[in-house]
């Protein structure tokens, strides 16, 4: 098993930044990866970002790029989401995931999930 526990959410301004951070605990897996989704109201659950434990390779989706940037830190067993240049379009529920068995990076398959944050971005 694996807990997630986000943190970091909340109300900014468009153009804005906000960082994200999610702590795992329990059987974590070098092999493994971590991964951030979000979920606007009304819409179905979409993909953000993933990292590797291991090599720390990253992947988002185009969305996103050059304004989210995904990161870890090991000894911390913590991911992060930066997010700058935000856009009221990026108001969602965030939730960080985990597994903790090797699939490519860019799998959306997860195992354990956080319980979301909120991330409000007003015009």
């Known amino acids: 098993q694996v807990q997630l526990v986000e943190s970091g959410g909340g109300l900014v301004q468009a153009g804005g930044s906000l960082r994200l951070s999610c702590a795992a605990s329990g059987r974590i897996f070098s092999g493994g990866a971590m991964g951030w989704f979000r979920q606007a109201p009304g819409k179905e659950r979409e993909f953000v970002a993933a990292?590797?434990?291991?090599?720390?390779?990253?992947y988002n989706v185009g969305s996103v790029k050059g304004r989210f940037t995904i990161s870890r830190v090991n000894a911390k067993n913590t991911v992060y989401l930066q997010m700058n240049s935000l856009k009221p379009e990026d108001t969602a529920v965030y939730y960080c995931a985990a597994r903790n068995y090797y699939r490519d990076v860019r799998s959306r398959e997860y195992a354990y999930w956080g319980q979301g944050t909120q991330v409000t971005v007003s015009s």
């Open positions: 990292i590797s434990w291991s090599d720390g390779s990253t």
